[in-house]
């Protein structure tokens, strides 16, 4: 687990690290949210259809793991709810498939509102950027940090029990900078976009 986490980190920790310093580097602040198309080409035709193959795929695990423990959560309130409800607790065989008409109409339903939405509001670039700098520092660098601190019982104000807390401090720092930064793309974006109208 250890050795899958740091490989997993440290590959997306480079590849957005390159991403987005070589794309500062040749374009500046004309960098487009998307490289492939964002130049206004879109040729080779097969490149980008691979690409968006790629981004296709993994959405679609990401939102598995994302979107199971709300799924998990709104079902077992439901079960513990209403208890004796048929619709919410009876489970019919089809076949190899056991479908239960409440998970199959709550969660199709969930998907199709989330859909529109995200169709609705253009500049899905700036509003991803937001959830990326508010989620980053918590979850990539503080509370591993913390568990780091706990489980290796590291001495308080140690020399390495500094340097953790100052590492943990200036990503809090980059952490503040991007959703700063987020938030004016996201209100640059709200006063230009039009509804369903891609602009990103």
Not at 12 to 26: D, E, R
Not at 52 to 59: D, E, F, K, S, V
């Amino acid at each position: 687990m250890k050795t899958a986490t740091t490989v997993g980190i440290s590959a997306s920790t480079l590849f957005y690290m390159l991403c987005g310093l070589l794309g500062y580097a040749a374009f500046g602040n004309d960098a487009p949210g998307n490289y492939l198309t964002g130049f206004g080409f879109y040729d080779p035709f097969w490149l980008v259809d691979i690409a968006n193959l790629c981004i296709a795929i993994h959405l679609l695990g990401a939102y598995q793991v994302i979107m199971q423990p709300v799924f998990g959560f709104v079902e077992n309130w439901s079960r513990r709810k209403w208890p004796e409800s048929r619709f919410i607790n009876k489970e019919y065989a089809i076949g190899y498939f056991r479908i239960n008409l409440f998970r199959l109409i709550w969660r199709s339903t969930y998907v199709i509102l989330a859909t529109l939405v995200a169709m609705m509001f253009p500049f899905f670039n700036a509003f991803l950027a937001l959830i990326g700098s508010t989620t980053f520092w918590p979850l990539t660098v503080y509370f591993p940090i913390e568990m780091y601190i706990v489980q290796a019982k590291i001495q308080r104000n140690s020399f390495r029990w500094i340097w953790l807390r100052a590492l943990s401090l200036v990503c809090l720092l980059v952490s503040c900078l991007a959703a700063a930064a987020s938030i004016r793309g996201l209100v640059g974006s709200v006063q230009t976009s039009k509804l369903f109208l891609s602009v990103s």
